[in-house]
């Protein structure tokens, strides 16, 4: 068995010497023990943030899709795939049961519904705790009506590009931003968006004006800090923001954090509704969300898009490059 554990706390910028790759002997199997062996595997941005709370020494935190070699498990038989929380390894021996999740949370492993043609990794992803996030995140949060203006930051990845186009299902307006022009474009042309602009070259406020003259009525919130400081003050009165995450200072110094402009008088002024959410909230219809999805593929609506980065060895470039915005849609690591 392969794995990667955390060699060091991250730094700022996390590096590839942060990480170490370890090979390990896999105990015999006791009662109640399976053997998982990895097929595709998750990075996530979560993983930056949590990390900084675990022990150095520790196996990197994941989801992986696995597939069952052995088991002395009533309810997983040889040949099921499943998602498990078992972090950066090739193969797990554990009884499912008694999986935790880098949250700390217990998490049982769920075996895999058909997808039909859909591949298997997007269980990472569209079809898995992205297209949750995205689907309930921007349902049960944003409480979008039909003809509202939806904005969505960090438009083109795993989360950004499920939110914008379920949001064209609901009929509304959406506008993206993303950091390179050829995301954008992609948005626009072939994800249903309406506009989509790049934060790095277009002042955000000004885009605004031009894209939502009427104003904001929902923000989905995947950046935070100035971006998100900007957003909310062309936001319209009621309106909801889902603040799902950060990644604009996931990297940044604890002693040194960036700053944004106030945002209360907006919020107050405009009588805004922030809040925060984990997509474990909805842990009880997990399936519901999936289903969801995996109907929007199959009706033609909803496209996901995967970087797909292929050999376990590169489990930490993948992560990496999550925070230079080398990834469009969701990165899978194929084994
Ligand atoms: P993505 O696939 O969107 O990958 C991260 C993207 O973030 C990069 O491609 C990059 O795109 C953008 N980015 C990186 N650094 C910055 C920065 N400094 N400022 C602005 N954009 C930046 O990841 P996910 O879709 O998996 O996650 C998106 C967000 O959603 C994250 O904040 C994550 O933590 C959060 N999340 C929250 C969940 C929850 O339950 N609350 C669940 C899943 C994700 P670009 O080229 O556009 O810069």
Known sequence: ??????????????????????????????????????VFLSVDPYMRAVSSKLPIGITMI????????????????????????????????????????????????YILPDFGDVPLSAALGVLGMPGNTAWFGLTKICKPKAGETLVVTAAAGAVGSLVGQIGKILDLKVIGFAGADDKCKMLTEELNFDYAFNYKTRDITEALKEAA?????????????????????????????????????????????????????????????LQGFLSSRWKDCWFEGIVQ???????????????????????????LSMFTGDNTGKIVIEV
């Open 1 to 38: 068995c392969k794995k990667f554990i955390l060699k060091n706390h991250f730094d700022g910028m996390p590096k590839k010497t942060d990480f170490k790759l370890m090979e390990e002997d896999l105990p015999p199997l006791k009662d109640g023990d399976v053997l998982f062996e990895a």
């Open 62 to 109: 994941g989801a992986q899709v696995a597939r069952v070699k052995e088991s002395k498990h009533p309810d997983f038989k040889v040949g099921d795939n499943v998602v498990g929380q078992f972090g950066w390894r090739t193969h797990t021996v554990a009884n499912p049961d008694e999986v935790v999740s880098g949250f700390g949370e217990k998490s049982r492993p």
């Open 213 to 273: 003259p009427n104003g904001v009525d929902c923000y989905f919130d995947n950046v935070g800090g100035p971006i998100s400081s900007a957003v909310m003050n062309e936001m319209n009165t009621f309106g909801r923001v889902a603040c799902c995450g950060s990644i604009s200072a996931y990297n940044a110094d604890p002693k040194n954090p960036p700053l944004a402009p106030v945002v209360q008088n907006a919020i107050v002024l405009k009588q805004l509704s």
């Open 293 to 319: 999805n995996l109907e929007f593929i199959k009706q033609g609506k909803l496209k996901f898009k995967e970087s797909v980065i292929k050999g376990f060895e590169k489990m930490d470039e993948a992560f």
